[in-house]
């Protein structure tokens, strides 16, 4: 498995292509744009304070979360961000001694952890304060459809996945690593048939299990706080905390055409979505009539 870094383009000079083109970290963003830079714990917990989040829940260590998920919950932001600085400190020794996020999972399997934590909310959700203060990418002309606000410690990583939206990462707090695939090694990464999701993990690399995954060629980098780091539709990432803690706002944008119609290998998954996205419109409403006939 070879990876190669991603490419790092100015601000002004970083336009998405139409037809997906490939990732680039973004870099020199306007003085306007920095403000989250002053984030911190403190500054957090007074603007989100007792705010109740969703925290996700993982059995065992904090790798490959969305596959590992245990029940999880909602509870006070304060709260949440406690656990996330004490956490910190707790594995203060990893993250000093260990740089990559292969090395820090190993490190961190170790310990034989019992059960983590990890935040994703839509911004949405969070007080006026905080989403006017986070800065969005004015790359294309549309607004974003969905904007996620995350938070972890050290170790906690998504698992290996791809998205059917063009997305971008902007690093606030800490360092995230990503590790990249493009889309036609699909096979090699041991997609799961008719889910965005892998079985191949690039950090715990098992190739007796996925031998193909030899065979993988990919994209790396480290993302530091003021950087984005744009991915094109269907790329499968790795995203991994390897700094004490971490915060980053992902945006995710209408897919143009005609992103999406070359890539035969979501045409399944999307069109799964789509059933479900209308059997949810045309389930009927309280008092026994759909939402159209209600109308």
Same mark, same amino acid.
């Given at each position: 498995m070879d !990876?190669?870094?991603?490419?790092?383009?100015?601000?002004?000079?970083?336009?998405?292509?139409?037809?997906?083109?490939?990732?680039?970290?973004?870099?020199?963003?306007?003085?306007?744009?920095?403000?989250?830079?002053l984030?911190?714990?403190?500054?957090?917990?007074?603007?989100?304070? #007792?705010?109740?989040?969703?925290v996700?829940?993982?059995?065992?260590p904090?790798?490959?979360?969305?596959?590992?998920?245990? +029940?999880?919950?909602? $509870?006070?932001?304060?709260?949440?961000?406690?656990?996330?600085?004490e956490?910190? #400190?707790?594995?203060?020794? $990893?993250? #000093?001694?260990?740089?990559?996020?292969?090395?820090?999972?190993?490190?961190?399997?170790?310990? +034989?952890?019992?059960?983590?934590y990890?935040?994703?909310?839509?911004?949405?959700?969070?007080?006026?304060a !905080?989403?006017?203060?986070?800065?969005?990418?004015? &790359?294309?002309?549309?607004?974003?459809v969905?904007?996620?606000?995350?938070?972890?410690?050290?170790?906690?990583?998504?698992g290996?996945?791809?998205?059917?939206?063009?997305?971008?990462?902007?690093? $606030? $707090?800490g360092?995230?690593e990503?590790?990249?695939?493009?889309p036609?090694?699909?096979?090699?990464?041991?997609?799961?048939?008719?889910?965005?999701?892998c +079985?191949?993990?690039?950090?715990?690399p098992?190739?007796?299990?996925?031998p193909?995954?030899?065979?993988?060629?990919? &994209?790396?980098?480290?993302?530091?706080?003021? #950087?984005?780091l744009?991915?094109?539709?269907?790329?499968?990432?790795?995203?991994?905390?390897?700094?004490?803690?971490?915060?980053?706002?992902?945006?995710?944008?209408?897919?143009?055409?005609?992103?999406?119609?070359?890539?035969?290998?979501?045409?399944?998954f999307?069109l799964?979505?789509?059933r479900?996205?209308?059997?949810?419109? !045309?389930?009927?409403?309280?008092?026994g009539?759909?939402?159209?006939?209600?109308?």
């Amino acid at each position: 498995m070879d !990876l190669i870094p991603v490419p790092r383009v100015s601000y002004g000079d970083f336009r998405p292509p139409r037809r997906g083109g490939e990732p680039r970290i973004v870099i020199d963003s306007p003085p306007g744009r920095v403000a989250p830079l002053l984030w911190d714990s403190a500054y957090l917990k007074a603007v989100i304070g #007792e705010h109740d989040v969703p925290v996700r829940e993982t059995h065992g260590p904090p790798s490959n979360i969305f596959q590992n998920l245990a +029940r999880g919950g909602f $509870i006070p932001f304060t709260r949440y961000m406690d656990w996330v600085v004490e956490t910190a #400190e707790t594995l203060r020794d $990893i993250a #000093e001694g260990h740089s990559t996020a292969r090395d820090i999972t190993r490190a961190i399997h170790e310990l +034989r952890l019992d059960h983590f934590y990890y935040m994703d909310a839509k911004l949405e959700q969070f007080p006026r304060a !905080l989403r006017e203060g986070t800065p969005v990418p004015d &790359w294309y002309r549309a607004a974003p459809v969905d904007i996620n606000f995350w938070c972890g410690a050290l170790g906690t990583s998504c698992g290996l996945h791809c998205d059917v939206t063009p997305n971008c990462n902007t690093q $606030i $707090i800490g360092r995230k690593e990503f590790v990249l695939f493009p889309p036609s090694q699909s096979q090699l990464v041991y997609r799961i048939p008719g889910h965005t999701h892998c +079985r191949f993990d690039p950090n715990i690399p098992d190739f007796e299990r996925f031998p193909l995954a030899r065979r993988a060629t990919g &994209w790396h980098c480290t993302l530091r706080p003021g #950087e984005s780091l744009y991915i094109p539709v269907g790329w499968f990432h790795q995203v991994t905390v390897v700094s004490g803690w971490a915060v980053n706002v992902n945006f995710f944008w209408p897919r143009p055409f005609p992103q999406g119609l070359a890539l035969p290998g979501l045409w399944r998954f999307l069109l799964r979505r789509g059933r479900a996205r209308l059997r949810t419109a !045309l389930r009927p409403a309280p008092g026994g009539s759909t939402p159209a006939a209600s109308r």
